[in-house]
C-alpha cells in the first residue's frame, strides 16, 4: 500500500471527502461500538505539514454514582496514557536504525 500522496494529492488510505479539509488528508472512521458500554473512534490523518497521527476519540458510559464515575475517569486516564505512552515509544526512531 502506498503511504504517499499520488498526483491528487490524496493517499491510498484518504477518504477523499469532506473530510479532507485546510489541507490535512483524513481516513474514513475505524469504530469500535459496544453498544450501552462505550465506543472508540480511530482516525488517520495527515496534516498540511505532511506529519501523519492518530486522532482517538473514546465515550465510556459511567457509573451512575460520583465516586464510581470518578474512579472510572481514573482508570480511563491512567490507561489512556499508558496507550499514548506506548505508541509514541513504538513510533520513535531507533537511533544507529535511519533510513533503514
Do not use: K, Y
Amino acid at each position: 500500500m502506498n503511504r504517499r500522496a499520488g498526483r491528487t494529492g490524496h493517499t491510498d488510505w484518504c477518504g477523499r471527502d469532506h473530510r479532507c479539509n485546510l489541507g490535512e488528508h483524513r481516513s474514513d472512521e475505524i469504530v469500535v461500538d459496544l453498544p450501552g458500554h462505550g465506543r472508540a473512534v480511530l482516525v488517520r490523518v495527515r496534516t498540511a505539514a505532511g506529519r501523519e497521527h492518530a486522532e482517538v476519540r473514546v465515550r465510556v458510559a459511567l457509573a451512575p454514582g460520583e465516586i464510581a464515575a470518578r474512579r472510572q475517569l481514573v482508570g480511563l486516564l491512567g490507561d489512556m496514557r499508558q496507550a499514548v505512552t506506548r505508541a509514541a515509544i513504538a513510533g520513535r526512531p531507533r537511533p544507529g536504525r535511519a533510513g533503514r
